[in-house]
């Protein structure tokens, strides 16, 4: 029998296990049935390679993008886990992982967490999830309460990266009466069409994206 994605995680110590932040049975209702396909997984956040890991065996015939902003990650690279080092605030760094490596199955930010880079890298990223994939955006909770003086910063899109998806879900959800309503972002216009659903859970969110665009 396979392993769940909880106990890879586990054995690999990354945090979103079920003995720290209890993210990957929430992940893995989406995810197991694409697990036995040969995916391209894209995780913004490498740190101690626990969490690429992972993915790495979950998706047991995939392939992991893991890009980081520290050239010592380099070193968890292997046959199946590439390593890019590229800095997720940039919008030339994100255009190039974007035509590099991309489409993506799957995307997961747990980057920086700054309000700005996660919606920035969601803006350019998710347009590049192929049909019926999925992208994941952790640690929400950075929007809220005593981490905002942390990672608020510039706040250059004048929103969290929370609020930014409870607009889009706005769109996502009641589009048919917003005929004279625009979006905080004018990105979201082209965004909400490409998106199945979006799943909320403690700090994180799960969006899918449409198999055909709306």
Same mark, same amino acid.
């Given at each position: ?60 015939? $995939?392939?992991? *993008?893991?890009? /980081?902003? @520290?050239?010592?990650?380099? %070193? =968890? ?7 890019? !080092? ?46 019926? $994939?999925?992208? *994941?955006?952790? /640690?929400? @909770?950075?929007?809220?309460? %005593? =981490? ?7 706040? !250059? ?49 799960? *969006? ?7």
């Amino acid at each position: 029998m396979l392993e769940t994605l909880d106990a890879i995680g586990l054995r690999h110590g990354t945090d979103k296990a079920s003995d720290r932040n209890n993210l990957l049975a929430f992940y893995e209702q989406f995810l197991e049935k694409i697990r036995n396909e040969r995916v391209c997984v894209l995780e913004i956040g490498v740190l101690n390679g626990g969490s690429a890991r992972t993915w790495r065996d979950y998706f047991h015939r $995939g392939h992991v *993008i893991g890009v /980081d902003i @520290d050239p010592e990650t380099r %070193k =968890y690279a292997d046959d199946r886990l590439t390593i890019h !080092i590229a800095d997720q605030s940039s919008v030339t760094d994100l255009d190039y992982i974007a035509k590099r490596f991309g489409p993506f199955d799957l995307i997961i930010d747990d980057g920086s967490h700054v309000w700005d880079h996660q919606i920035l890298t969601f803006k350019h990223l998710m347009p590049c999830v192929a049909a019926g $994939g999925f992208y *994941i955006l952790e /640690d929400l @909770d950075t929007s809220y309460g %005593k =981490y905002v003086s942390n990672y608020k910063q510039a706040n !250059i899109f004048g929103i969290s990266a929370a609020e930014y998806l409870k607009e889009l879900s706005d769109w996502v959800v009641g589009y048919r009466t917003f005929e004279n309503r625009d979006p905080a972002d004018p990105d979201i216009r082209l965004i909400w069409p490409m998106i199945d659903f979006m799943a909320f859970s403690c700090g994180t969110a799960v *969006i899918k994206r449409l198999i055909k665009a709306r």
